[in-house]
């Protein structure tokens, strides 16, 4: 198991996620640590999946408004900073719809031929699809037309019940060649499925590769410890839930006996912040993490696991304590997390498809079993980026937004170029440069990836099936795309 405890002395450690990669954490002393995977779903599980489809979105649009762990460290921890303590937080204005000027899009149906259209080309086998807003922001360039002035560069409120408005990535502001770039190297990469980039409100990029295609709901893993944060925060906004500082224990009184007083005092807090003290290795997806999907009993197996440290004294990844938070928000309200996800937030974002797998005996995997589509893991994130808001009606509470998104620990870590990644409420944080952001992260390369000051939103889904200890490398992969070529090409 991998734990972490202070130490007087600066010492490096070996703790980068499904991969045998180096990086440093100051301040800290390694007990048994390797790489912590985000919650991998056994292929032969056989686990049936429950989808549930709400309400479709508004299928017309006005034109003139244009509305429309993953497998890295998950391991290291310093101190654990107060969860009430918070650091100062940036607040987005709201500058509403202005009119834009739908354009014609192109995309490429065959090498020699171009089209109009305003979907995705269906790939060939074996080649990645080309989204129509990167090819023609490519061929306005190409066709010698006089420089795109940037248009939507700053902060949004957008309606995110309504169809996503488009833009080029010139009219956001952003350098096309430099996307474009990010998306050859992005195309070396083999399990890529998707990525998708949201600038000041308005679809920019939306690429899919080999046989991905926009309506095809993705296995997120561990991005749903992010979506189960979030249900957290509104639980307790409506009361179901007290607070961050409620034992579990009066939460799972009908369902447990026994439970011994030292873990019924766990709070909803220490689980949020991955600090519940009890004993578990996830070490690349496997582990604890093999076993307690194979058990037959999946509350039970977590917390029969003796305790080993004082809550909330110390990180450790344990996707199975985020199922007990699953657990304890379906008891509270009464409601399994599929209908209370869509009633609290899908339908009020306009996601009108989901899936969320279940497990034997009614509960639902909260710890990786959600499946969305990459343009509603936008709308995820972009509800983040607007500080959980939707055209200025209050979706999840400002301070929980903030909670969520602010180090709860003083540990750092690095996970190919992208450095200083720490934790909050199951949401990583990165404070400084290519930040500050903060990201959910998937096991093999899901990502969710919000860039406040940059008014940025990215998306990007891999097929993480049958990856195994090289889903670290999948992982970086994609990240560093992101680093280094993505985010600087809007700065």
């Not at 447990?256 to 690349?284: N, Q």
């Not at 928000?329 to 009020?348: C, I, K, N, V, Y």
């Amino acid at each position: 198991m991998c734990r972490l405890r202070p130490v007087r002395s600066e010492r490096a450690v070996r703790m980068l996620p499904g991969n045998n990669a180096s990086c440093s954490i100051s301040l800290v002393e390694s007990r048994g640590c390797s790489w912590m995977v985000p919650g991998n779903r056994s292929a032969a599980s056989n686990i049936p999946m429950e989808e549930v489809v709400a309400p479709e979105a508004p299928a017309s649009v006005n034109c003139l408004t244009g509305q429309g762990a993953p497998s890295s460290a998950h391991g290291a921890a310093r101190r654990h900073r107060p969860a009430g303590a918070l650091l100062p937080t940036r607040t987005h204005s709201v500058i509403g719809n202005a009119p834009i000027q739908r354009e014609t899009l192109f995309v490429r149906r065959h090498p020699a031929q171009l089209t109009a259209a305003t979907g995705i080309r269906h790939a060939r086998p074996g080649g990645p699809a080309r989204h129509s807003l990167v090819a023609a922001a490519l061929l306005l360039g190409a066709c010698g037309g006089e420089p795109v002035v940037p248009e939507f560069t700053g902060p949004a409120n957008i309606d995110l019940a309504l169809p996503w408005a488009t833009a080029t990535v010139a009219q956001a502001g952003g350098s096309a060649d430099l996307v474009e770039e990010g998306l050859e190297q992005a195309r070396d990469n083999d399990r890529l499925l998707s990525m998708l980039v949201v600038k000041s409100g308005r679809l920019v990029v939306e690429e899919y590769f080999g046989t991905a295609t926009q309506e095809d709901l993705h296995d997120v893993r561990s991005v749903t410890k992010s979506v189960v944060a979030t249900l957290a925060g509104l639980v307790i906004e409506r009361g179901d839930i007290g607070g961050v500082d409620d034992p579990i224990g009066g939460y799972l009184d009908t369902l447990l006996t026994g439970l011994e007083p030292e873990k019924a005092a766990i709070t909803v807090g220490h689980l949020l912040t991955m600090a519940s003290g009890l004993e578990w290795d996830e070490t690349g997806g496997f582990g604890d993490y093999t076993e307690w999907i194979r058990s037959e009993d999946r509350l039970g197996y977590v917390l029969d696991k003796p305790l080993v440290d004082e809550p909330g004294a110390e990180y450790n990844y344990n996707s199975g304590a985020v199922h007990v938070l699953g657990v304890i928000l379906e008891q509270a309200t009464g409601m399994p997390l599929p209908e209370l996800a869509d009633e609290l937030l899908f339908s009020r974002v306009g996601i009108s498809r989901s899936r969320w797998e279940r497990f034997p005996g009614g509960f639902h995997n909260g710890g990786a079993g959600l499946d969305l589509r990459p343009r509603d893991l936008a709308r995820f994130g972009q509800l983040y980026l607007q500080r959980g808001q939707s055209a200025g009606t209050p979706i999840i509470p400002e301070e929980w937004v903030a909670r969520s998104s602010v180090p709860h620990y003083a540990w750092r870590f690095n996970s190919g170029r992208l450095t200083g990644i720490t934790y909050g409420f199951l949401w990583w944080i990165v404070p400084r440069v290519p930040g500050p952001l903060y990201f959910a992260w998937g096991f093999g390369g899901q990502y969710v990836v919000i860039v406040p000051e940059l008014h940025l939103v990215i998306v990007t889904t891999n097929n993480w099936r049958g990856v195994g200890a090289h889903a670290g490398r999948y992982e970086r992969q994609t990240m560093d795309v992101l680093v280094d070529y993505i985010i600087p090409a809007f700065r």
